[in-house]
């Protein structure tokens, strides 16, 4: 029977999708509703909407609920939803707001709140926890449209010391997003203007390493510098060595599914190397939770790493 054949694709899909799966999935890989019927009458599905499905026994949370809102509306978590999902403080998963492109014949859907966007960049577009979602940068200009400019600002800031957002990533929006008319489009700007050529403000990491380098016994690093060639600019570090040639970058989940541009970074780091310095990279987890470990690493590299 069909609905056999293809049960193990059905538990792919779902384990990535937090045991969801939607309709046009399941014709995809060869049911018919004919079939879907028998899954739900056996009691292996869970109708959810007329578009989407679950696995039965799901546990439902709201990350689950957003996720299927993303897939119901065929579009991505944004606005207050997707500053929620990053962490920002102060908002909430639900209401789900999902933004989709405008146009299209997609129906409309009672389990999310949707927004119809001209310019959906999938540059502006990453996953984080399995979810679909608007990059922080993209997610501050679409908050600018209704959010008080002091809560903006705030929210700016929290993004910004925690890395999820740079100057540079917001120079790009900028250039990529029509501004004329859009609402909130001039608050961003000055917003960024304010902090170009700062530091962002301290997110707890900057100390905690200053404390690992301490107990090292190292010099101290110098945070968030500007490190060239001979030429040009190579780009802003997280932290760089006063006496080597050694240059430590704090790595996360977060960070790289906020910023990641695999190839951006692969270049840089190549770059970085070619003008001699030695980059290596630390996990918040083994700044936080690995002390020792850390320590040890950081002694190694030191020893390794040119003089300048």
Request: proline share 5%.
């Amino acid at each position: 029977m069909i609905v056999d054949r293809v049960h193990p694709q059905i538990t792919i899909l779902t384990s990535v999708q937090k045991g969801l799966i939607t309709r046009a999935q399941l014709t995809q890989i060869g049911l018919n509703r004919h079939n879907v019927a028998h899954l739900v009458n056996a009691g292996r599905l869970v109708r959810v909407t007329p578009r989407l499905l679950m696995l039965r026994g799901t546990p439902v949370d709201d990350h689950v609920e957003a996720l299927g809102a993303t897939l119901d509306a065929q579009g991505v978590l944004s606005h207050q939803s997707a500053a929620a999902l990053w962490g920002v403080p102060g908002y909430s998963l639900k209401p789900v707001h999902v933004t989709r492109d405008r146009g299209g014949r997609v129906r409309p859907t009672h389990v999310a709140r949707v927004h119809a966007c001209r310019l959906l960049d999938l540059d502006h577009i990453t996953k984080y926890q399995e979810i679909p979602v608007l990059r922080p940068g993209r997610v501050l200009f679409d908050l600018a449209a209704t959010e008080h400019p002091a809560r903006l600002t705030r929210s700016l800031d929290w993004m910004w010391s925690r890395r999820l957002v740079t100057v540079e990533s917001l120079d790009r929006i900028v250039s990529e997003l029509p501004g004329q008319g859009r609402k909130g489009h001039g608050l961003i700007r000055e917003l960024i203007e304010e902090r170009r050529g700062l530091a962002p403000i301290g997110s707890g990491l900057e100390s905690r390493f200053d404390v690992i380098v301490s107990a090292a016994g190292l010099p101290p690093f110098k945070r968030q510098l500007d490190l060239g060639d001979d030429q040009q600019w190579i780009g802003r570090v997280d932290f760089a060595s006063t006496v080597k040639l050694l240059v430590v970058e704090i790595g996360s989940e977060l960070h790289h599914a906020a910023l990641s541009d695999l190839e951006h970074d692969a270049q840089r780091r190549e770059r970085l190397e070619r003008a001699g310095f030695m980059v290596r990279e630390l996990s918040e987890h083994e700044l936080f939770h690995r002390r020792a470990h850390t320590i040890d690493l950081l002694r190694q590299w030191y020893r390794e790493a040119p003089s300048r």
